[in-house]
């Protein structure tokens, strides 16, 4: 059974940092795309960040520069590395699996419970 584990969540104050761990079992994390996704209430599902198997990166222009997608394939793990937190990141994170990276959240087949993270000013 594939599963991905999002951890790494939390409250900071704005400006802070937090990183992001989406681990993935079930299968060998050798194709595809691990996208970070965000949700916060009321608000639809957004793509934050994505990458592919290979190592290209997309990353969501109100995020660029303050987040880093990056991958350890050996640990099956994708991390999201969060600076200059803005309490507007606010949001409920999930990371989910693709055969490529889509920029629809629909499109993607496999999604951890999600982490918190929480950004006071």
């Known amino acids: 059974q594939v599963r991905l584990v999002e951890s790494g969540g939390g409250s900071v104050q704005a400006g802070g940092s937090l990183r992001l761990s989406c681990t993935t079992s079930?299968?060998?994390?050798?194709?595809?795309?691990i996208g970070w996704f965000r949700q916060a209430p009321s608000k639809e599902r957004e793509a934050v960040a994505r990458?592919?198997?290979?190592?290209?990166?997309y990353t969501r222009d109100s995020v660029k520069g303050r987040f880093t997608i990056s991958q350890d394939n050996a640990a099956n793990t994708v991390y999201l590395q969060m600076d200059s937190l803005k309490p507007e990141d606010t949001s409920m994170y999930y990371c989910a699996w693709a055969d490529a990276c889509y920029s629809i959240p629909a499109l993607y087949v496999y999604w951890g419970q999600g982490t918190q993270v929480t950004v006071s000013s």
């Open positions: 079930g299968y060998t994390y050798s194709s595809g795309c």
């Open positions: 990458i592919h198997f290979s190592g290209v990166t």
